[in-house]
């Protein structure tokens, strides 16, 4: 019998090992961390072996194949082992995608994706169709395969889960854009970054449809250097498409296989620059399954926002609280402060990923009155925007950080919680990190 080993035993790892279980072969889990207790009922349950706290290297080389939570990179000591012993690692996607006949939608992108995927997922939804959320956000695709019966999948993937993806093949595939991040897990190289966002177009073929930002100098530029059988659908701000999406200051204009249909920027639910292009790839979308113009703007009209994406909290004596916890790059700060139209007291920091400011430095001369910088090392931030900010302080905890953005915040300004950063020096992740702002402006 096969032997499959799922290592790291979060919703992912928890969810394949269940899948591999379901298929019937010998399945392990092992995590060198703790599992939540959700994760364990699951493989109880299913009756699969486990182990946590530690890796037990026999257990886990032992394997017929291995497949790797998307946190645990290439490098670690026992990837790297079994890589060399020849045992093929691959992701969840990819293990997952062999045993669903779903049609699949997956959607990647350095800023947008989970806003994207949701806004797609709520948009077939709303069309009456039988359609799960997967990847990098909702329940875990494999154990949706392995427990649910789905006829399309919408699934968001991080360049981490595409890096495990081999025979996998998407049915449309949208990149929203490309710009610098997570390097410190490709070499500082961002041409391995770009290669692994574009894993997501293979085994694409003529039937299959590929959906990309044509303003994206990074994306344009690689698609000249691959070859993509999939037909090419661009969306773009700045000049009109032949098949494709393009928008101006009054409409969005959206043309496929021979027939226009628009609908007007003032109705869109997600405003700023950025949520146009979400909104683009959205339509597009809608017009490849055939939903009907009416429930696409339906959809780009009613739709919320996802939860630290831009979510305004609530207003303190005249001043808007906003968490923008799920900005982990500069890329994602430029999109919120673009969006300002309020002086801003800016809350930034965390674990930086090698992060380059001079992107954002001319939002931040323009619009940020005061930098409160959240993180266990804040010298970096203080190093670059010294200079610019006239106000910028240190705090240690969501807490501290509102408190001193009360003290400093008039009314009329917006308080803007947009770290350009990881969280991992002071909270769990990026939910943890909004979850605790939010509870904090609530106690002003």
Not at 270 to 279: A, T, V
Request: with cysteine; hydrophobic share 40%; proline share 3%.
């Amino acid at each position: 019998m096969k032997r499959i080993v799922a290592l790291g035993g979060g919703e992912s790892g928890v969810g394949a090992a269940v899948l591999a279980k379901v298929k019937g072969f010998d399945t392990f889990l092992s995590d060198n961390g703790s599992i939540p207790a959700e994760g364990k009922a699951l493989l109880e349950k299913y009756g699969i072996p486990y182990e946590e706290g530690h890796h037990t290297p026999e257990k886990i080389l032992s394997a017929d194949e291995i497949i790797k939570s998307p946190g645990i990179p290439d490098t670690a000591p026992l990837v790297s082992e079994a890589l060399k012993a020849g045992i093929p690692v691959i992701s969840e996607i990819e293990f997952a995608g062999r045993y669903d006949r779903a049609k699949k939608i997956c959607i990647t992108g350095s800023n947008g994706k989970t806003t994207t995927t949701s806004l797609i997922y709520y948009m077939l939804r709303n069309a009456g169709l039988n359609v799960g959320l997967g990847g990098n956000i909702g329940k875990s695709y494999a154990y949706q395969v392995a427990t649910e019966d789905f006829d399309i999948y919408v699934l968001e993937l991080s360049s981490f889960q595409l890096d495990g993806m081999y025979d996998f093949k998407a049915d449309i595939a949208i990149i929203l854009n490309i710009t610098p991040d997570h390097l410190d897990r490709y070499d500082h190289k961002m041409q391995n970054y770009v290669r692994a966002k574009f894993r997501i177009t293979r085994n694409m073929s003529e039937k299959d449809c590929f959906i990309f930002c044509d303003d994206d100098s990074v994306t344009v530029g690689h698609i000249n250097e691959i070859v993509l059988r999939a037909k090419m659908l661009p969306f773009s701000e700045k000049h009109e498409v032949a098949e494709g999406a393009f928008a101006d200051d009054k409409k969005i204009t959206v043309r496929y296989e021979g027939e226009e249909w628009s609908v007007p920027t003032e109705e869109l639910s997600l405003k700023g620059k950025h949520n146009i292009y979400n909104s683009m790839a959205a339509a597009i979308t809608g017009k490849i399954m055939n939903i009907t113009n009416d429930i696409i703007r339906r959809s780009l009209a009613t739709f919320e926002n996802i939860e630290h994406r831009l979510e305004k909290v609530m207003s303190v004596r005249g001043v808007l609280y906003i968490n923008d916890s799920k900005a982990t790059n500069v890329n994602s700060t430029w999109y919120a402060l673009e969006c300002m139209n309020r002086p801003v007291v800016w809350i930034a920091g965390g674990t930086d990923k090698g992060n380059d400011y001079s992107e954002i430095e001319p939002l931040v001369r323009e619009k940020v009155k005061a930098l409160i910088c959240m993180g266990k090392d804040n010298r970096k931030l203080h190093d670059f925007f010294g200079p610019i900010v006239g106000t910028i302080t240190d705090a240690s905890s969501a807490s501290e950080a509102v408190q001193k953005a009360y003290a400093l915040a008039e009314d009329g300004d917006v308080v803007l919680l947009s770290p350009c950063c990881a969280s991992f020096d002071l909270f769990k992740n990026y939910e943890d990190r909004g979850r605790q702002f939010k509870a904090a402006v609530r106690e002003l």
